[in-house]
């Protein structure tokens, strides 16, 4: 009789056993912290430095005031300006806040424009339109390209304009003469060799003609800038 053969045995597969063996589990990664909302605080304050009234920004008032435009409206609210008339608010902070007289008018017609006393661009005396530029020049050359008639003339070309007083280095009034409206000129240093001019074209007749002098303004002073700043000579060059 034939012998009973034996079943076979599989071999265990030693390669197999070995990559079990050393296979490390998954690491899982913890889930992203999310940021959290941004509190009402915070967006208001994030909305208060991008606040823009009477054609001035935030920081520029915080600049040349101390306060920006969120602060004066609340110190504003707390001394009762909504019920005074304009000349008392800029008086009041003239006087008590000692807010430089041209960034008095600023501050009251952007606090008015704020509270809804008055329209945008509206002002006492009628419409205004309003402009600045930064420039890389120090504040008493960019005073002077105002001021000496003959560089002036380079980039304000043949404008109806006459000089009616100044502060040297600080301030202009101009008298626009077709039509009579006035230009009140502002000028600050901004540190080392960059300084800033604003204008406000005051006793405009209407919101159609605030359009078309804040379109002038805003090319007069591309020219200006592009007289004063020192021009980059090329990788050529």
């Not at 909302?37 to 967006?43: F, N, S």
């Not at 402009?131 to 960019?142: F, N």
């Amino acid at each position: 009789m034939a012998a009973k053969r034996k079943p076979r045995t599989r071999k265990p597969n030693v390669r197999a056993t070995a990559r079990t063996a050393t296979r490390k589990p998954p690491v899982r990664k913890a889930p992203a912290r999310r940021k959290p909302a941004p509190t009402r605080a915070a967006k208001a304050t994030i909305a208060a430095r991008g606040l823009r009234l009477a054609g001035v920004g935030s920081d520029a008032v915080l600049r040349a005031t101390g306060r920006a435009w969120d602060e004066w409206l609340k110190v504003l609210d707390r001394a009762g300006a909504k019920a005074l008339p304009h000349k008392e608010i800029a008086l009041m902070l003239s006087r008590k806040f000692s807010v430089p007289d041209w960034w008095s008018q600023m501050v009251t017609v952007g606090y008015e424009q704020a509270r809804g006393l008055r329209a945008v661009h509206q002002r006492v005396s009628g419409y205004a339109a309003n402009a600045s530029k930064t420039v890389g020049t120090t504040v008493g050359r960019l005073y002077d390209a105002w001021n000496d008639p003959a560089t002036r003339a380079r980039w304000l070309a043949d404008a109806p304009v006459e000089v009616r007083r100044s502060t040297d280095g600080k301030s202009m009034r101009m008298t626009w003469t077709i039509g009579d409206s006035c230009v009140d000129v502002g000028f600050f240093a901004k540190g080392g060799d960059k300084s800033m001019v604003q204008v406000e074209h005051g006793k405009l007749k209407d919101a159609a003609e605030v359009l078309r002098q804040k379109k002038f303004w805003k090319d007069a002073l591309e020219r200006l800038k592009a007289l004063l700043e020192p021009a980059v000579p090329s990788p050529s060059q």
